[in-house]
């Protein structure tokens, strides 16, 4: 059983972070900036804040390391001013006790876990059996002009309310031409039932998002997502293809599935009584 080197590991995580990074400045770039994005580094710790998006994934830091604790109390000052909550992504390797104790003597604890799964292009599986392109079901490329559909299923299927799907809409539509981004949409019986995203830069394909209907679970129309989007990574001779899931999930056994492995379990800390 092969490990995953720490050389691996930070590649995941690096690909993990400059995602959301170029995603969330694309948010920020939109004219006016509406959703009230701001980025700041600290060191390799970015910190994600908008002020109209509260969920955690829009108020993380991602990619603190061991090395920055004189960096904890400017972390806290950026969210703290701008009256926010907000969390810490660990990634195992690259912190140490030092810093976990500093995070819980400031009032913060572990609140959950996060699978971070890859796969190397040339271990792909070479056949998929599963319903994509079928008489029932197509898979393809989203359009520049499907972006409404787009936000109803992504709205839809991950439980925001239907007053959302306008701003998911142009939250995601400003990715569409930037060179690094690929949308994917299943239709089954001519129907839209799912979408998918991938994000492609530095020799390593990214996972980044796919959610299915309720009503069309259960078809495999993730898995096909998954087998879609690496071999279309492969195809840009992406060396490496990356995915993140819950622990035991759904999506974690479809992963599996399809032979991508745990890379790491990164765990989230949040403040108490948040």
Not at 105 to 134: C, E, L, P
Not at 152 to 162: N, V
Not at 230 to 237: K, L, P, R, T
Request: glycine content about 6%; aromatic content about 10%; some cysteine.
């Amino acid at each position: 059983m092969n490990l995953p080197s720490s050389e691996l590991i930070e590649r995941i995580e690096r690909s993990e972070r400059m995602y959301m990074y170029d995603r969330m400045q694309a948010i920020q770039q939109r004219e006016g900036n509406p959703e009230g994005v701001e980025l700041e580094w600290f060191g390799s710790a970015l910190c994600i804040y908008s002020k109209t998006m509260p969920w955690a994934s829009f108020n993380t830091v991602k990619g603190i390391q061991a090395n920055q604790l004189q960096d904890l109390d400017r972390i806290l000052s950026f969210y703290q001013d701008r009256g926010r909550k907000f969390q810490f992504e660990i990634i195992p390797s690259l912190v140490n006790a030092e810093l976990l104790q500093e995070l819980a003597a400031r009032g913060f604890y572990q609140s959950g876990f996060h699978n971070s799964m890859y796969i190397h292009s040339d271990d792909r599986r070479q056949v998929w059996k599963g319903t994509a392109d079928t008489d029932d079901v197509e898979i393809r490329r989203l359009a520049a002009d499907e972006f409404e559909s787009y936000a109803t299923i992504h709205c839809r299927a991950t439980g925001l309310p239907d007053q959302g799907i306008p701003s998911v809409a142009r939250n995601n539509e400003v990715l569409y031409n930037r060179p690094d981004w690929r949308f994917y949409i299943a239709y089954v019986n001519k129907r839209p039932a799912a979408v998918a995203v991938m994000h492609v830069k530095e020799d390593a394909g990214s996972l980044t998002f796919a959610a299915t209907l309720p009503e069309y679970r259960r078809q495999r129309l993730h898995q096909a997502f998954i087998h879609r989007r690496i071999q279309d990574a492969a195809e840009e001779d992406a060396s490496l293809v990356m995915g993140q899931c819950a622990f035991l999930s759904q999506s974690h056994r479809n992963m599996e599935a399809a032979g991508m492995k745990i890379g790491y379990v990164r765990t989230t800390w949040t403040a108490a009584g948040s």
